[in-house]
């Protein structure tokens, strides 16, 4: 198992934000944690990278060094919203990953060099190395933070609403990007994702935080079903059957199980 | 694990390129140095008494050990050089390096280019020292002991101290503490007043104090700044490159294996120590924390890694210059280092800030 986490609560202040979670992610796989707002996915992240306290337990890979920087070699993270330094160079920016490596103190070594190099190259990026990452489009940067993760070279990407922000196009080369990149490199992905289709089209199991817990776990079909979606998330929504993973529709409500017929018997029962 | 990384290593190998980082250049050092050396000639030259800057430089080269050069200058005006003007220039080298240094790493551990060696209330702090320091007319003129950098210096760093810590009582954030340095250099400056109206008859002791001067009694206040310079840059060199991981926010800085607190905490303490005895032994000279970091910013990148070493060299170079028009401008009389520095100063920065296509903010 490469993540274990195991009835972990976390309380922000004096709100429980996550009350008991349980969720085991294998090596190489990669889950969707998807939720109303507010369910704690991010925090749930946090937690993982050791940015919160937290009860319960977390396990990365066996890792017992508690230091910062031994998770961060384990564990790298793409925040929803990253923080764009002012004037930094992409290259730069894509050193920054090698930190937990060369140490705070140290300068980066031809092999750190190297590594940037390549995830720059592999990530389509190789001729902005000069420019600063405020210059760069939407899309170049949200690729740019991930080339910043994978620099890291971890085995785990945690990855928070990798698609805000971006239109659909982009949205698709990103997760398409971490697909290819799982399967080359063996990583285990863990994601937050407010789009329910694309949760169910990439990834291979998805998660529903509700309530401070995992209500539901499973592949996208088991778990991406009306009733889930209208208990969890209060949406009205039509599920549609699509080889590639099921297809979320939002409609008008009342959903359109609920027909005619039933509104019908709603409104006699009250008359009696 | 070391199998899961041995095993991850070999997918990466094979790249025959790596990428430059931002570091200090060769060129950029040298530039930087040339500036000193421009402005210790400049500062050791220009004065009263005309003496040629070749003879200057063979005289400094004659002070260095194991040199020896005939400057042909007198023994008057080569004590002129020795005795008076190169402990001015060598105070005014230290204090402008360690007032920009500083500034630049407040800059850096805040993330805000606002910031100034002053944020925390040194200046409030070393300003109510002096003042009680001046009104309570002790040690005044006579004697070798003068209580006045002293009494600066303590003001300084209990400023620090109370802003750092009703800062952390506020919360987190960086806002926070700024936030208490503005009420704790409020709350001084308050004070600072009070007594300055009591004691009206320290009125212009108290005014020339706190418009700053780069003056010298001999050797002993270049000698008094140079371990603070010395320590607190070490420190801070140290600490740049942990500096640009700070650019990326603490949550992000710690999800790269960095402690964001820990590395503010070291490095605004030395930046406040360093500046704190650079007031104590100057006065409250501003502008220079601000105007040259981003000078060098703009000119050079925004890498703490370029930023931090440059400042200190064009941070020396820039205070020489300023003392220099101080005391030439209305010679015999002397301008306030503190007007100098902002006038000469804010033309310049607006003028790099017009031409700079460079995005640093």
Redesign the interface.
Known sequence: MAVRIQSVAVQLDSTQVLRSVDLDVAAGEWVNVIGPNGAGKTTLL?AV???VPFRGSIDI???RDR???????????V?QT??I?????V???????R??HRG?????T?TD??????V??RLDLGGF?DR?V??LSGGERQRTVLARALA??T?VVLLDEPTTALDLGHQQDVLELVETLRR???LTVIATLHDLTLAARYGDRVAVLAGGRIAQCGRPAEVLTVETIAEHFGAHVRVIDDPEGPVIVPTSAPAPEFGAAEFAALATSKES | ?TE??A???T??SG?D???????LRLRQLGIGAAAVVVAVVAGLTIGPVGIGAHRVVLELADALPGLAFDSGLSDAHAAIVREIRLPRVVLGLLVGATLSMSGATYQAAFRNPLADPYLLGIAAGAGLGATIAITANVGDGAGAFDPVPLAAFAGGLVAVTVSYAAGHLGGRSTASLILAGIAVASFLTACQTYVLQANSDAFRRIIAWILGRIATSGWSEPALMLPYFVITAAVVM??R??L??L???D??A??????PRR?RLVVVLAASLAAAAAVSVSGLIGFVGIIVPHTV?LAF???NRVVLPLSVLFGGAFMVFADLAARTVLSPAELPIGVVTAFLGAPFFVLVLRTSR????
């Open positions: 946090r990278l050791g940015l890979n066996g890792l230091r910062r920087s031994a998770r961060a070699r384990h564990v790298a993270y925040p990253p923080v330094p002012p004037g930094m160079l290259a730069d920016y894509v050193l920054l990953g930190t937990p705070v103190f140290a300068a980066e031809v060099r190297r590594i940037a190099a390549e720059l190259e190395s600063t405020q210059s890291q070279q085995e080359e490199r063996g | 694990m899961a990384r095993a991850g290593s997918t990466w790249a390129t790596a990428l430059q980082a931002a570091d140290r600490y490159r942990a640009d991981v650019a990326v926010g949550e992000e710690a999800a790269l294996g960095v402690n590395v910013r990148g925004a890498s460079r995005e640093v903010w």
